[in-house]
């Protein structure tokens, strides 16, 4: 039988669940059964680690679902988990469970990690055996460097008895071998135009905060400085990337003669207000300086960034932000924990086109980090521009303007939702209209990029 491994789409949920339900089967009669039987995978939580590329699928010829593998990443640090595996019953002994777990592990390895670990039962053939197999080793469940997995454990409710834990070092990268990096979507939880400066631009205030959710890029060296974007980009020719000129500025800089393959798979739609393309180009400044050794400093790297747009050295630093004056300088800025309902009225907004606008507001008056964090600074000076102008967008704002205060973010379509718990992110999002596309993401303090650098130094 033929296959492939894709990563999965919100498409695959439900042949997802019932792969998941029909494995749980092969357990009737072990002791673990009423565990098992008891437990289901909640679709909600299952779309958020798809979303967020933590699910691979694998496919037949005709791209119905075989098996699939949710990596879980919580624990933070260098260690990575198999959260769920399974494959269907009937297409089992066929290399479909191992091409699965070599595939999660090979991400893992280039995405920085160290270590993957799991749980699974020590006198089931396909789970402590089929591990071994493949270089999972049993370890000590009560070693404080497996406390997480065995919190995890009680949480679910599973006998401590019946568990054995694995655990599978993973080697370090070359330079000349692909490496995984995050390039974080942000928000623009308000933004102010307040005057026009002396040289002709805006000053503006906003606050920037970074998400958990984005695009991933890909990098890897080459020797004859060349450099390469491997994947296509509709509409933007690879000398305009920026990701491609971020790659080039860092070369000519630091004076290297290396060059490097760039690939990116893209979950961020561009133009809507969340920051794509700058977000990927500071990946590429940061992905580069470790990959090719050049020792560039953060203000450095930022400073790069701000000769490409402004939003770049913002994304580099990789932390919330008070802006004012030009928006590519920031002042730290610790917000609370929260999660965005991010949705996509799928209407393309011409940023030119509502900045020129003889309606914008450009005269406001001065906001304070109080009246924000009290909120009543919460407006976002484009929005009754794009309202007015871009009926998708309004119809979205409406939309989810009934749970809530809908704002809009940046000068894009984009339109978000903030809550103060996971689970209300996810039951506003599960009610979205089919004529938008909705996302759950987390406001994050330290940006995930950041936490992937050091994941990938602490394997050099």
């Not at 494995?23 to 909640?42: D, I, K, L, T």
């Not at 450095?300 to 008070?322: I, K, T």
């Not at 309202?387 to 704002?407: C, E, I, K, M, S």
Request: proline residues 6%; contains cysteine.
């Amino acid at each position: 039988m033929s296959f492939r491994i894709e990563r999965a789409t919100v498409a695959h949920i439900d042949a997802i669940c019932a792969i998941e339900r029909a494995a749980v089967e092969m357990f009737r009669g072990h002791a673990a059964w009423p565990f098992y039987s008891a437990m289901s995978m909640p679709p909600e939580l299952l779309a958020e680690e798809i979303h967020r590329g933590l699910v691979w699928v694998a496919l037949d010829d005709a791209g119905e679902p075989l098996g699939f593998v949710w990596l879980d990443t919580e624990q933070g640090g260098g260690v990575a988990g198999i959260a769920e595996i399974d494959v269907l019953p009937a297409c089992q002994r066929r290399g479909i469970g191992a091409a699965l777990l070599e595939h999660a592990c090979d991400w893992a390895r280039a995405a920085g990690y160290r270590r993957i670990d799991l749980g699974t039962l020590a006198d089931v053939a396909w789970n402590a055996p089929f591990y071994a197999k493949h270089g999972f080793v049993a370890v000590d469940k009560h070693d404080p460097s497996y406390a997480y997995a065995r919190d995890r454990d009680r949480e679910n409710g599973f006998p401590d008895s019946l568990r054995v834990f694995m655990s599978r070092r993973l080697p370090p990268l070359s330079a000349h071998e692909w490496s995984v990096w995050p390039a974080p979507a942000s928000l623009r939880l308000f933004l102010r135009i307040l005057a026009q400066r002396e040289d002709g631009s805006d000053a503006v205030q906003s606050v920037f905060r970074l998400l958990d959710w984005g695009d991933e890029i890909r990098v890897r060296a080459r020797d004859d400085g060349g450099i390469r974007r491997l994947t296509d980009v509709p509409n933007l020719p690879e000398s305009s990337d920026l990701m491609v000129r971020a790659a080039a500025l860092l070369r000519d800089h630091a004076g290297v003669r290396s060059g490097a393959d760039i690939e990116i798979e893209r979950r961020v739609p561009r133009a809507i207000g969340l920051g794509g393309g700058s977000s990927a180009a500071a990946t590429v400044l940061l992905a580069l300086n470790h990959v090719w050794r050049c020792g560039a400093s953060t203000d450095e790297l930022a400073d790069l960034g701000r000769m490409l747009a402004p939003e770049v050295s913002l994304f580099v630093r990789a932390r919330a932000a008070w802006i004012s004056g030009t928006g590519e300088r920031g002042k730290p800025i610790t917000l609370p924990r929260r999660w965005y309902v991010v949705l996509d009225p799928h209407e393309n907004v011409s940023a030119s086109e509502i900045f020129q606008a003889t309606e914008l507001t450009r005269i406001a008056p001065p906001a304070t980090i109080s009246s924000f964090a009290s909120g009543e600074t919460v407006e976002n000076v484009f929005e009754p521009v794009v309202r007015a102008r871009y009926p998708r967008v309004a119809a979205a704002l409406d939309w989810l303007g009934r749970h809530g205060h809908a704002r809009l973010s940046g000068k894009g379509g984009c339109v978000f939702l903030e809550t103060a718990t996971p689970e209300r992110a996810v039951a506003v999002a599960t009610r979205c209209p089919a004529s938008f596309t909705a996302w759950v993401a987390e406001g994050v303090g330290v940006s995930p990029l950041h936490r992937a650098l050091a994941r990938h130094a602490a394997m050099d």
